[in-house]
Nanobody, 118 residues
Framework: QVQLQESGPGLVKPSQTLSLTCTVS??????????WNWIRQPPGKGLEWIGY???????YYSPSLKSRTSISRDTSKNQFTLQLSSVTPEDTAVYYC??????????WGQGTQVTVSS
């Protein structure tokens, strides 16, 4: 059974960089045709896609967040990491890591609350 688990600070100060890690168990992040995504849900709003890192290591980001986003991976630990720079209170959200395969968003982490506040 594939499981994803987010980890990282729950509180980040404005202008700092938010860093979250998703640890994957039960399957490899290098398995072909799988895409490892980050999405978020601000309070009272819908889901917002942030970006992904593919099984190949290539990345693709939301145009609205691209200038502040970096997604990387550590294949030895089967983890992938989100970094979002220059955060503001508008980046406060529940952040999820999600696996996508064949267009199906099939495995989700439980989500982690990140609050941006001084």
């Amino acid at each position: 059974q594939v499981q994803l688990q987010e980890s990282g600070p729950g509180l980040v100060k404005p202008s700092q960089t938010l860093s979250l890690t998703c640890t994957v168990s039960g399957g490899s992040i290098t398995t072909s045709n799988l895409y490892w995504n980050w999405i978020r849900q601000p309070p009272g709003k819908g889901l917002e896609w942030i970006g992904y890192i593919a099984y190949s290591g290539s990345t693709y980001y939301s145009p609205s967040l691209k200038s502040r986003t970096s997604i990387s991976r550590d294949t030895s630990k089967n983890q992938f990491t989100l970094q979002l720079s220059s955060v503001t209170p508008e980046d406060t959200a529940v952040y999820y890591c999600v696996r996508v395969g064949g267009g199906v968003w099939d495995y989700w982490g439980q989500g982690t609350q990140v609050t941006v506040s001084s």
